[in-house]
């Protein structure tokens, strides 16, 4: 498998607004700690799965938008983009994300994790029936 620059192929005439059919992330992960406005220290969870892959140079990067779990009585929001793709062996790959959440109950977090590896859910052509 691996990269394939054909892949692209099925992209719009602006090849840098690339779809790439059926390929995304799940993701998920932990922000840092924080005070919130009462002074309580937490965390917050985040999970969810990547938006489509968008061409970016000689890779592709996805969207992320997704909510924290909540603590109290807040959660944050994350919108993002990933970094390009980071290949690994047998042909699939994860992508970087850092930032930091929306701003709520006086205080944000700042995240950074790897997606998962790509379409994790594929079935290998030895199962299929």
């Known amino acids: 498998m691996g990269y394939k620059e054909n ?18 992330h799940e993701f998920l992960s932990s922000t840092d700690y924080a005070r919130d ?12 799965v990547t938006g489509p892959a968008i061409r970016f140079g000689n890779s592709h990067v996805h969207k992320v ?3 924290t779990d909540t603590f109290g009585d807040h959660f944050h929001r994350i919108s ?12 699939k790959h994860i992508h970087l994300l850092e930032g930091e959440t929306s701003f709520n109950d ?3 977090h700042d995240y950074f ?3 998962l ?9 030895s199962k299929k029936c």
């Not at 892949?7 to 995304?24: F, V």
């Not at 990933?82 to 290949?87: E, S």
């Open 106 to 108: 006086g205080h944000d």
């Open 80 to 91: 993002d983009t990933t970094g390009p793709a980071i290949f690994l062996p047998g042909g």
């Open 65 to 67: 938008e997704a909510f």
């Open 7 to 24: 892949q692209y192929e099925h992209c719009s005439k602006d090849k840098n607004k690339c779809l790439i059919p059926n390929h995304n």
């Open 37 to 48: 406005d009462e002074g309580e220290i937490h965390n917050h969870r985040i999970a969810g």
């Open 113 to 115: 994790f790897a997606t």
């Open 117 to 125: 590896i790509e379409n994790p859910s594929e079935v290998p052509e």
